[in-house]
């Protein structure tokens, strides 16, 4: 919130000078650091607007509204607004290390350093940026995150708004909070967590599955009276958050029993929960799993099943007329129509990222075949899923992949005719960093050697 003698005052100076009556947002050229500086000696935040399709213009024709919004020029007493260019050094030190994965959205910072408050978007609207940065100056001088775990330790994590606060001032920062919740249960009496304010916190840590935080979150006694209250949205993105933490703790402990245990809970989130579709996302949990802890014989075995039976059989027309459908359906229920450019159609984009994706599955374990083994059943199947993958997507990564293994398979003369067709590609998208290794292979096919430049 403003502080009262700020609005008082903001109200004489509207009143009393017509100029401000065109007053906007005022983006300031000032980097990040000297952002910084600048509201430590004026005691304000510092507002970082992200904006990804910003390119090198100072404002777009989107969020450009925005900061020419009069009614949001309010703002400007309580923060100092930057907007870094893409690709410059700020941009990509803040995008780097508060944006995984989004590349977008307006970061607020206090004088001590601390991100009180992030909105994770881009708006036309410059009263939206005005209410965020209402929200981050209740937190002004709000202390460090290390200086609040002080506290926290030496009042024995008894404060829960202060516990809170912590959590969030971590979530913020997207630094880990896994480090709390021992603490921060040892220190709560369990039937503190029937009311919902303590639940809703424990839920927000996302305790892994067979943990004791698990236990009170899913404990009947404390989840029939609370469960139903969170958001059905928050409900499924906390769930996601335990099947990961769940399985980073199996692939710590090579814990097979616990990961298997994140594959079945993960299945059963699905929103069409079939037994082909549950099947298929253990398997892929199962392969992932191995694959991280190099458990190379259970890797190959059970990849083999998860791509021959769930990729190798999919039918290309089928899932273009089903995501085109899907889209359709889409659009339907919102009343929204989807304009496409350059000669563009439906039947051409609709599936595209669809395709991208399952191209990536197909080719990143065929490639993995080719790395770790030399058994020829499997390289022939590796074979087989990168031509698969390039049916979905003739990307040159793809392209070298089913050249190699057309050389290791004993295709020599495939393998370097598919070779060249990748190299062409990667000189056509201009990736070339990656072109002097692909020459190199291929130099390697034609004086018929053995061992081939690998990634």
């Given at each position: 919130m403003l502080r009262p003698v700020?609005?008082?005052?903001?109200s004489f100076l509207i009143i009393s000078s017509g100029t401000l009556s065109?007053?906007?947002?005022?983006?300031?050229?000032?980097?990040?650091g000297e952002g910084m500086k600048k509201i430590a000696a004026e005691h304000k935040l510092l507002m970082v607007i992200m904006d990804v399709d910003q390119g090198n213009s100072t404002i777009n024709d989107?969020?450009?509204?925005?900061?020419?919004?009069?009614?949001?020029?309010?703002?400007?007493?309580?923060?100092?607004?930057?907007?870094?260019?893409?690709?410059?050094?700020?941009?990509?030190?803040?995008?780097?290390?508060?944006?995984?994965?989004l590349t977008f959205g307006t970061?607020?910072?206090?004088?001590?350093?601390?991100?009180?408050?992030?909105?994770?978007?881009?708006?036309?609207?410059?009263?939206?940026?005005?209410?965020?940065?209402?929200?981050?100056?209740?937190?002004?001088?709000?202390?460090?995150?290390?200086?609040?775990?002080?506290?926290?330790?030496?009042?024995?994590?008894?404060d829960l708004g202060a516990v809170k606060k912590l959590f969030d001032t971590?979530?913020?920062?997207?630094?880990?909070?896994?480090?709390?919740?021992?603490?921060?249960?040892?220190?709560?009496?369990?039937?503190?967590?029937?009311?919902?304010?303590?639940?809703?916190?424990?839920?927000?840590?996302?305790?892994?599955?067979?943990?004791?935080?698990?236990?009170?979150?899913?404990?009947?006694?404390?989840?029939?009276?609370?469960?139903?209250k969170i958001p059905s949205p928050e409900w499924v993105a906390i769930n996601r958050k335990v099947v990961k933490k769940t399985m980073n703790l199996a692939v710590?402990?090579?814990?097979?029993?616990?990961?298997?245990?994140a594959a079945v809970f993960s299945s059963g989130m699905l929103a069409d929960p079939t037994k082909f579709r549950k099947e298929k996302e253990q398997f892929k949990m199962m392969t992932e799993y191995f694959y991280k802890i190099r458990d190379t014989i259970k890797y190959l075995e059970t990849a083999s099943i998860f791509l021959n039976n769930y990729y190798m059989p999919m039918s290309i027309d089928s899932l273009k007329q089903a995501y085109i459908n899907r889209d359709k359906k889409r659009e339907e229920r919102e009343g929204t129509k989807t304009i496409y450019v350059n000669g563009a159609g439906a039947d051409n984009m609709a599936y595209y990222g669809e395709f991208d994706l399952i191209a990536s599955v197909l080719n990143h374990h065929a490639w993995e075949f080719y790395m770790i083994t030399k058994d020829p059943v499997y390289l022939k199947m590796a074979l087989s899923w990168a031509k698969r993958a390039l049916e979905f997507n003739r990307n040159p990564y793809a392209m070298d992949t089913y050249a190699q293994l057309l050389y290791i398979n004993?295709?020599?003369?495939?393998?370097?005719?598919?070779?060249?067709?990748?190299?062409?590609?990667?000189?056509?998208?201009?990736?070339?960093?990656?072109?002097?290794?692909?020459?190199?292979?291929?130099?390697?096919?034609?004086?018929n050697k053995d061992i081939i430049v690998a990634e």
């Open positions: 700020l609005r008082v005052l903001l065109h007053a906007q947002i005022a983006v300031s050229n000032l980097t990040f989107f969020t450009s509204k925005a900061i020419l919004d009069s009614s949001a020029s309010d703002l400007n007493i309580i923060a100092i607004v930057i907007r870094p260019v893409v690709g410059t050094a700020d941009w990509d030190s803040l995008n780097k290390r508060y944006f995984n994965p970061l607020f910072f206090n004088p001590k350093g601390v991100l009180v408050h992030r909105y994770d978007a881009i708006s036309p609207h410059g009263y939206t940026y005005l209410t965020a940065a209402n929200i981050a100056y209740a937190d002004i001088d709000l202390p460090t995150a290390d200086e609040q775990l002080e506290f926290l330790k030496k009042t024995h994590f008894s971590r979530t913020n920062a997207v630094d880990s909070t896994d480090d709390l919740l021992k603490p921060f249960l040892e220190n709560t009496p369990p039937d503190s967590f029937k009311n919902y304010r303590y639940y809703y916190l424990l839920a927000e840590f996302a305790p892994p599955l067979g943990t004791r935080g698990d236990s009170i979150f899913r404990g009947k006694e404390y989840s029939d009276s609370n469960e139903y710590i402990n090579k814990d097979p029993d616990l990961a298997f245990r004993g295709d020599r003369k495939g393998g370097i005719s598919a070779e060249k067709n990748a190299l062409a590609e990667y000189k056509k998208q201009n990736l070339n960093s990656k072109i002097p290794k692909i020459e190199k292979v291929l130099d390697n096919m034609k004086s």
